[in-house]
Each structure stands twice: as C-alpha cells, then as structure tokens.
C-alpha cells in the first residue's frame, strides 16, 4: 500500500472522528492528534478503523500514546505494519 494512500485514510478518519470535514485536507503529518480533536475514546476508534481497513491486529504493547500521537507516525508504524504482513 502506498504511503499516500494510507495518509489520506487516517485523515477521513480523523476528521470523521472529530466532526471536522476539513481536517480531511489540511491535517498536519507533523501536527498532534489531540490538538485536533483526538481523545482516549476518538483514539480506540481510529485504531478500530485501521485494524478493519487492513484486516491488522495492535498488539497490547503497541497501544502506546507515542505510536499514535501524529498523522505521520500513525502511517510510519501501519505502514512498518503492513510490510511485516506481506
């Protein structure tokens, strides 16, 4: 799966999660998840919605605030995911 396309997915689904349509096409890769929005609870269901796009399992020990603290570092770690997978 291309970088881009993952980055794209985590920005629907951010901004579906935050009620916040245009965060689809101005989130910030480097940008914190909490300063848009993303709470404890916003936060478990982006991790659902990624492990059911991509049929993936996070590990306990991966469910750590810094793998899923930025856009980038979300798609860095699924994408690391992802390439294990294949």
Same mark, same amino acid.
């Given at each position: 799966? /291309? #970088? %881009?396309?993952?980055?794209?997915?985590? #920005?629907?689904?951010v901004a579906h999660l935050t009620g916040r349509p245009e965060l *689809?096409? @101005?989130? %910030? $890769?480097? &940008?914190?998840?909490?300063?848009? &929005? !993303? %709470? =404890? @609870? +916003?936060l478990i269901n982006l991790v659902v919605m990624i492990e059911q796009?991509? +049929? !993936?399992?996070? $590990?306990?020990? *991966?469910? !750590?605030? $810094?793998?899923? =603290? =930025?856009?980038? !570092?979300? +798609?860095? #770690?699924?994408? $690391? /995911?992802? &390439? +294990? /997978?294949?």
């Open positions: 799966m /291309k #970088r %881009d396309a993952v980055i794209q997915f985590i #920005r629907a689904c *689809e096409h @101005v989130l %910030d $890769e480097q &940008g914190q998840l909490q300063e848009y &929005g !993303i %709470d =404890s @609870v +916003a796009k991509f +049929a !993936i399992f996070y $590990e306990d020990e *991966e469910l !750590i605030e $810094e793998n899923f =603290s =930025s856009l980038h !570092i979300v +798609a860095e #770690r699924l994408l $690391e /995911k992802l &390439g +294990a /997978k294949i």
